[in-house]
């Protein structure tokens, strides 16, 4: 068992404070570009819900799609932010700037191979999620547009990594406060028909993702392309050399070694949600818009927790490359600390407030009904998840991978799922089934990654020479 509990007493005040400053350093912007992001999720479904409930639905349940396609790929970006991290903290930078390449053509080629896959299987897929009727054109529409800007999508994640990888989460914050700010613009532009532009409704809310999401990787690429003696040097942290991009064999190994169990997992997970959003559609479009909502709400709540996840999976891996294990102990004990009172205090807010956080989204009172339950039922379950996120990220920068991916699976599929259809469907209890299915998922998920993560040996996943 490793001790990672137990201060080491070897570790002066003046490294503790170094090391807490270098995780926030990482975190804060990873917190605000995911901040940003659920603000714009929020404002979209804050403009849709002016035009009616069905319209809060079709983006919702399309991204629950979106979503699992992300998390498909993501995996592959993690192992590549893995890979440069611990090659930064070996300060071996022309091998990062390789993984970095290797990275970005896996990305482009699963857009490549993803896109139209779920572009023409797409009404397939609404169906088997038991979409209604009245939401379906819409959400066919929404889903179809997103989907021709995955292939830079994934690019731009891949990039992203890359900047988080060797300390300069700032980078792609920039980049997403520019272009966040864009869809927000198009957003009311193009959903209400401001000026010469059309009135698109849900339709236009697409557009306007897709056209921010386009500009994002293209100046996530401009940058890493620009050369390291140009102007304005914390732009260009690290390059995309094109000699890169071209596949090696035993790098493709690695990267799937070390990708392949987290894409699985987390795209089980996510084809959990999917199909726990086919639960939810069977009551209605206001139990659906509460669900979504309620959702969105809590992602953002949780933006602090996911943000230090992905800085101790950067600091993990720099700190096992530059084999300061003491470190990397440090950093999971402080970031498990932060994590529990920072998301301690907004499920307060949630469990005490919730009718109130959904009735400033939505007017509707059987909406915000629904969102009270939830709020109620769910808040104090979350906090044992966000601290299984953390370690998530520890595991991640480790490189050990595989118990993560097992638990992310589990949770939905062995739990959630099981537990929602015996309550909703067997006992009747309603969507309260659902809320029910989500608490014993977090609770069991945050006590397991807790005994793997002080029984399993995760630092010693990846020997120096592998990477």
């Not at 003491?326 to 307060?348: E, G, W, Y």
Request: net charge positive; charged share 10%.
């Amino acid at each position: 068992m490793n001790h990672f509990l137990m201060a080491d007493p070897e570790l002066s005040r003046e490294e503790s404070k170094q090391n807490y400053s270098a995780l926030f350093n990482i975190a804060l912007p990873i917190m605000m570009t995911n901040f940003l992001q659920t603000i714009y999720n929020l404002t979209d479904t804050y403009f849709l819900g002016k035009i009616s409930r069905e319209a809060v639905g079709a983006p919702s349940i399309s991204f629950n799609i979106i979503f699992l396609l992300i998390l498909f790929s993501m995996g592959f970006t993690q192992a590549g932010r893995t890979l440069i991290s611990q090659s930064i903290g070996k300060k071996d930078r022309s091998r990062a700037e390789f993984y970095l390449g290797q990275t970005a053509g896996i990305m482009v080629l699963a857009g490549v191979v993803l896109l139209p896959l779920f572009y023409f299987s797409t009404p397939y897929i609404l169906k088997l999620m038991a979409v209604p009727h009245e939401i379906f054109n819409d959400t066919s529409d929404y889903l179809r547009i997103v989907l021709y800007s995955l292939p830079l999508m994934l690019l731009s994640f891949a990039l992203h990594g890359a900047q988080e990888g060797v300390g300069k989460s700032i980078i792609p914050l920039y980049i997403n406060i520019v272009t966040i700010s864009i869809n927000i613009l198009l957003d009311w532009l193009l959903i209400f028909g401001i000026g010469p532009f059309p009135a698109l409704g849900v339709q236009g809310a697409a557009w306007a993702t897709f056209i921010a999401r386009i500009i994002n990787a293209l100046i996530a690429l401009a940058l890493v392309l620009r050369p390291r003696d140009s102007a304005n040097t914390a732009l260009t942290s690290i390059r995309l050399h094109m000699s890169n991009i071209y596949p090696d064999r035993n790098a493709w190994k690695l990267i799937v070694k070390i990708g392949l169990p987290s894409s699985l997992g987390h795209s089980a997970s996510a084809l959990g949600f999917t199909v726990l959003q086919g639960v939810v559609n069977t009551y209605g479009t206001a139990v659906i818009a509460a669900f979504n909502l309620g959702s969105r709400i809590i992602n953002l709540f949780m933006m602090p927790a996911l943000g230090i996840s992905q800085a101790v999976a950067v600091l993990v891996g720099q700190n096992l490359g530059a084999k300061r294990k003491d470190l990397v102990f440090l950093t999971l004990r402080q970031a498990l600390k932060t994590v529990f009172v920072l998301i301690t205090l907004s499920m307060t807010i949630t469990f005490f407030y919730g009718n109130r956080v959904t009735g400033f989204f939505i007017n509707d009172p059987e909406v915000i009904a629904w969102g009270k339950i939830l709020f109620r039922l769910v808040s104090p379950s979350v906090i044992f998840f966000a601290l299984f996120t953390v370690i998530n990220g520890a595991f991640q920068g480790a490189g050990d991978t595989r118990p993560v991916a097992f638990l992310n699976t589990f949770r939905l599929w062995g739990l959630r799922l099981p537990i929602a259809f015996v309550l909703c469907i067997l006992l009747g209890f309603g969507p309260e089934g659902i809320w029910y299915g989500m608490i014993g998922s977090n609770l069991f998920t945050a006590l397991a990654g807790f005994y793997l993560i002080l029984t399993r040996p995760w630092t010693e996943k990846l020997s120096p020479d592998q990477v």
